[in-house]
């Protein structure tokens, strides 16, 4: 079954917790604490050796994040303007790491890859999420709702996974049950979501 056929008899069968086994997940829990770890940590070393070592090539991708951040968001809200642009580059770069660490890179046994992977930098398009992301966060507190995840993951390219199976992860990864997700939580649930596809397929050609 690819990704665009799990419906609700395949939830309510407890299908999902099978899925995410079979690509080697016990527990989303655990696995979204340990992304957000690893995001946390990325982001905290690329503080103390990016800024010293690439400082040029990363002004560079802050002023292309800056760009898609207007982009995105001209006419949507965009609350709280200027002063975090280095917090969000480095939010991003923690969590792109994380997720090429979760995701097993290009190399995945099932020779896919991630849609991540598809693009010349998939940085970039990292920052694209971020800036649609940002596009979701309508009251500006930093997260997006159940309600937007389907409509998120279509902008991204990933309208093939069904709207169950979206609001199913969306549950998972919401692990203090708030009904929100940061883009940290968004990246481990896109990380779910590129293991999976590799194993059952959907990604779009």
Request: charged fraction near 15%; glycine fraction near 16%.
């Given at each position: 079954m690819d990704l665009s056929g799990f419906g609700l008899e395949q939830l309510e069968q407890g299908k999902l917790n099978d899925m995410l086994q079979q690509v080697g997940i016990e527990d989303v829990g655990q696995f979204v604490i340990n992304f957000r770890n690893q995001a946390q940590q990325s982001g905290d070393d690329d503080e103390d050796t990016a800024c010293r070592t690439a400082s040029s090539q990363q002004a560079n991708l802050f002023s292309m994040?800056?760009?898609?951040?207007?982009?995105?968001?001209?006419?949507?809200?965009?609350?709280?303007?200027?002063?975090?642009?280095?917090?969000?580059?480095?939010?991003?770069?923690?969590?792109?790491?994380?997720?090429?660490?979760?995701?097993?890179?290009?190399?995945?046994?099932?020779?896919?890859?991630?849609?991540?992977?598809?693009?010349?930098?998939?940085?970039?398009?990292?920052?694209?999420?971020?800036?649609?992301?940002?596009?979701?966060?309508?009251?500006?507190?930093?997260?997006?709702?159940?309600?937007?995840?389907?409509?998120?993951?279509?902008?991204?390219?990933?309208?093939f996974v069904s709207p169950y199976l979206a609001k199913a992860l969306f549950q998972a990864v919401d692990q203090n049950h708030n009904g929100s997700l940061d883009f940290t939580d968004l990246m481990a649930l896109t990380t779910l979501l590129n293991k999976m596809s590799g194993q059952f397929g959907g990604i779009q050609q």
């Amino acid at each position: 079954m690819d990704l665009s056929g799990f419906g609700l008899e395949q939830l309510e069968q407890g299908k999902l917790n099978d899925m995410l086994q079979q690509v080697g997940i016990e527990d989303v829990g655990q696995f979204v604490i340990n992304f957000r770890n690893q995001a946390q940590q990325s982001g905290d070393d690329d503080e103390d050796t990016a800024c010293r070592t690439a400082s040029s090539q990363q002004a560079n991708l802050f002023s292309m994040g800056s760009s898609l951040l207007n982009q995105f968001s001209h006419g949507g809200g965009g609350g709280g303007g200027g002063g975090d642009g280095n917090n969000s580059a480095d939010m991003i770069q923690g969590a792109m790491k994380a997720y090429n660490m979760f995701s097993g890179g290009k190399n995945q046994s099932s020779g896919g890859g991630g849609f991540l992977d598809n693009i010349s930098s998939s940085y970039q398009n990292a920052q694209k999420m971020y800036a649609l992301y940002k596009q979701f966060d309508k009251n500006g507190d930093g997260k997006i709702t159940v309600e937007d995840i389907q409509i998120y993951l279509q902008e991204m390219g990933l309208g093939f996974v069904s709207p169950y199976l979206a609001k199913a992860l969306f549950q998972a990864v919401d692990q203090n049950h708030n009904g929100s997700l940061d883009f940290t939580d968004l990246m481990a649930l896109t990380t779910l979501l590129n293991k999976m596809s590799g194993q059952f397929g959907g990604i779009q050609q």
